[in-house]
């Protein structure tokens, strides 16, 4: 912590950098469930893959970028581990659903 930096303003942005991890995570995964849902009516499944890739790629790379050049590495480290929790909560849930659980467990 720097000078006149304050405790509750450092734990803030951190939270921010990892909310905005989360929502890049979330982001990635909508694009990307939209992708598979839209690709056995596509015209060319090839270029529609190709075309999100690239968009979800260079959103996540923008918002990651964005967080690097306001925060520090503490703050990418964050932001990396709230891009993760989507993927991790959406794999759990759909684990416990083809199991025979229920989800809302």
């Known amino acids: 912590m720097t000078e006149g930096e304050s405790l509750a303003g450092l734990m803030t942005s ?3 950098s990892f909310g905005l ?3 890049l ?8 469930w939209l992708t ?7 015209a060319h499944p090839a270029m ?5 890739l690239l968009l ?3 959103v996540t790379l923008a918002g990651f970028l964005l967080i690097a050049r306001i925060g520090s590495w503490e ?7 709230g891009f993760a929790m989507p993927r991790l909560m959406i ?15």
């Open 75 to 81: 703050h990418l480290l964050l932001a990396a581990a």
């Open 14 to 16: 951190y939270v921010a």
């Open 36 to 42: 598979v849902h839209r690709l056995p009516t596509a």
């Open 56 to 58: 979800r790629f260079g």
């Open 91 to 105: 794999g759990r849930r759909l684990r416990s659903t083809t199991a025979g659980e229920d989800p809302q467990a």
């Open 21 to 23: 991890g989360i929502l």
């Open 48 to 52: 529609l893959m190709l075309a999100s």
């Open 25 to 32: 995570g979330t982001v990635f995964l909508w694009g990307l």
